[in-house]
């Protein structure tokens, strides 16, 4: 009788441990499909590998400094568990959230770094030849003892780079050129004027630039289509691309489970992604910000610069950076070679200015024009449905302060990354760091550039 009893009242506990373990099976499954472990967790490691890869490799900083500004910041929660392995021989770093979410990041001389998620597919070997030798820009001290207040425009840039109370503004440089002369600088400490910085989405901008060059030689035109396997009608063209209304669900919105944190940190082609992506308006339709765009943008451009990826980073070189003298800069590409049009181009501070200067002078160097004409009234040309008007083509329109001058243009990036084109008063004002959760102080900034200037003679 005991072991009757005793039998039957398992059962009960039975099915506890069945409910129990199937529960337990439901959500193993749901995790694995959810974004949190597809899109989220990945993010964290992919986002830290990559940037750790790109700072320490391509901006010559240490992996500690390249955490404390830009990583460390934004993934406070991850911390405790998560791990940085540096490989200088293998020029890798590594990194995983307590050993799991593991993602590679590789660099490759002339290519910068890319998070590799199938070895087999990546050629480690291939490197491009550097360059020629970086030339600074002169600083022009008599011109700016000339139409400047020396003592202003000083303490200007000293404001730019002073932390506010609880930190976070990591300032690493500024310069001014006015009239294309160089009339201030300063850099924090380890940085100078040929240091690579991280631009951010400064890139879509230096992407419609490249964009102006091509179509000055009519190899492009920006009513063609923008994806080249789309058979839809109407079609989404380079305009709608540069110009963020292709109307695809791409959505951005940097919180780590988004379509565009997909894009940047699980996926080896981010073309080929981009363009898989559901139309939810028709193109030319509706603005929404979103870098999958200039991805896009970026894969047609590059295929109008040659066969294979060595022919196409020369001909980036040819047609935009040659001409104006930039010789720091890098475009990074992905595992599977298309050019990261949207965020990841890195170049110094004088070689970022000179692309803003080269939008000063209507797209013209030296008595050269780099870019179409009537390009640069195309890039201010305010898009339908943007923010305040403010989006132009690849690049923003305004200023905050309601008595700044109007025509400032200028190219933006995550963390306060800043090139401003003030036209009615010649000038260019470059602002780089690693601002977190507070002002980067860059309105002030020009603001203030703009009233240390004298009256014309």
Known sequence: M?????????????????VSALLVAIGLVAFLVSPLHRIYLPTASGFTAKQACSLHFVSGFSIE??????????????????RVVLDDDRREV???LAGLYRQTAVHRPGLGC???????AFDRALALPDPDPFEALPLDTAHRAARFDEAALAAAIESAFAEP?????NTLSVAVLHEGRLVAERYAEGVGPATPLHGWSMTKSAMALLAGALARDGVIDLARPGIASATD????????????????DMAERADGFDPNSDMLFTQSDMAAWAARRNRVHPPGTHWQYMSGNTVLAARVLQDALGDSLPEQVRGLREMLFDPVGVQTAVLEVDQAG?????????????????????VLQDGVWEGRRVLAEGWVERIDTATAGSRENAYGLGFWRGHPDPDAPDGIVYMDGFQSQRAIIVPSHGLVIVRLGATNFTSSGTARLVMDVIGAMSPRP
Request: net charge positive; charged share 20%; proline share 7%.
């Open 2 to 18: 005991l072991g009757t009893t005793s039998r039957f009242s398992l059962d009960p506990m039975r099915r506890l441990l069945f």
């Open 65 to 82: 400094r390249a955490r404390a500004m830009y990583i460390d910041p934004l993934l406070a929660p991850a911390l405790p568990v998560l």
């Open 94 to 96: 590594r990194a995983s």
């Open 114 to 120: 890319s998070l590799v998620h199938d070895e087999s």
């Open 165 to 169: 109370e609880r930190g976070g503004r």
């Open 233 to 248: 009608d109407p079609p989404i063209t380079l305009d709608h691309l540069l110009r963020m209304t292709s109307g695809l």
């Open 338 to 358: 298309t050019f990261q049009g949207s965020s990841y181009l890195y170049a110094g501070t004088h070689d970022w200015a000179r692309l803003a200067q080269l």
